[in-house]
T-cell receptor, first 112, second 112 residues
Framework: GENVEQHPSTLSVQEGDSAVIKCTYS??????FPWYKQELGKRPQLIID?????GEKKDQRIAVTLNKTAKHFSLHITETQPEDSAVYFC???????????FGRGTSLIVHP | DAGVTQSPTHLIKTRGQQVTLRCSPK?????VSWYQQALGQGPQFIFQ???????QRGNFPDRFSGHQFPNYSSELNVNALLLGDSALYLC???????????FGSGTQLSVL
């Protein structure tokens, strides 16, 4: 089955800095890569996703890049703010499955 | 739109007992997936229900079972509880053919 590795497990930055979280996946058939944000005590929420026919996608301060050859994808957050502090999960799924496999999460801490 | 709702929010059980968790999907969604999230880990897929049938199952023992009702709501049952079953149980709903998952706030299960 699919295996998703996520790094780092913890990321501490100063407000205004950029943050990058990286994930790798094992199944070359995977073609959908969502990112979820989970604030403390709250539900995971989809913040951005990318499909395998696209190399990069941006939404305001967040962006995701995908390298299918290397089987890795990354989340980039620019101009970080304290409210960006949360656990971020990457995931991967393949067409027809609609069952994403999640990484173990990255705890992002943004210091004011 | 109330989104995905789960009940109860917290539950304390003892080893060997049985538990039933409930989920109502987001309006317009017909597919319900259940995930187990241990502390500090990513969500692990338990199973998915569509048209009142279990469509896919993750690597969980038969002690974990479920049901989906005609109104698309779902139940997760766990028999013979073990200490290791202590976790946050998340329900996620989606529509057929769409990978986007919408999560509930979860049920925090503690097994003593």
């Amino acid at each position: 089955g699919e295996n998703v590795e996520q790094h780092p497990s913890t990321l501490s930055v100063q407000e205004g800095d950029s943050a990058v979280i990286k994930c790798t996946y094992s199944d070359s058939a995977s073609n959908y890569f969502p990112w979820y944000k989970q604030e403390l005590g709250k539900r995971p929420q989809l913040i951005i996703d990318i499909r395998s026919n696209v190399g990069e996608k941006k939404d305001q301060r967040i962006a995701v890049t995908l390298n299918k050859t290397a089987k890795h994808f990354s989340l980039h957050i620019t101009e970080t703010q304290p409210e960006d502090s949360a656990v971020y999960f990457c995931a991967a799924s393949k067409g027809g499955s609609y069952i994403p496999t999640f990484g173990r999460g990255t705890s992002l801490i943004v210091h004011p | 739109d109330a989104g995905v709702t789960q009940s109860p929010t917290h539950l304390i059980k003892t080893r060997g007992q049985q538990v039933t968790l409930r989920c109502s999907p987001k309006s317009g969604h017909d597919t319900v997936s259940w995930y187990q999230q241990a502390l500090g880990q990513g969500p692990q897929f338990i199973f998915q229900y569509y048209e009142e049938e279990e469509r896919q199952r993750g690597n969980f023992p038969d002690r974990f079972s479920g049901h989906q009702f005609p109104n698309y709501s779902s139940e997760l049952n766990v028999n013979a509880l073990l200490l290791g079953d202590s976790a946050l149980y998340l329900c996620a709903s989606s529509t057929t053919g769409d990978e986007k998952l919408f999560f509930g706030s979860g049920t925090q299960l503690s097994v003593l």
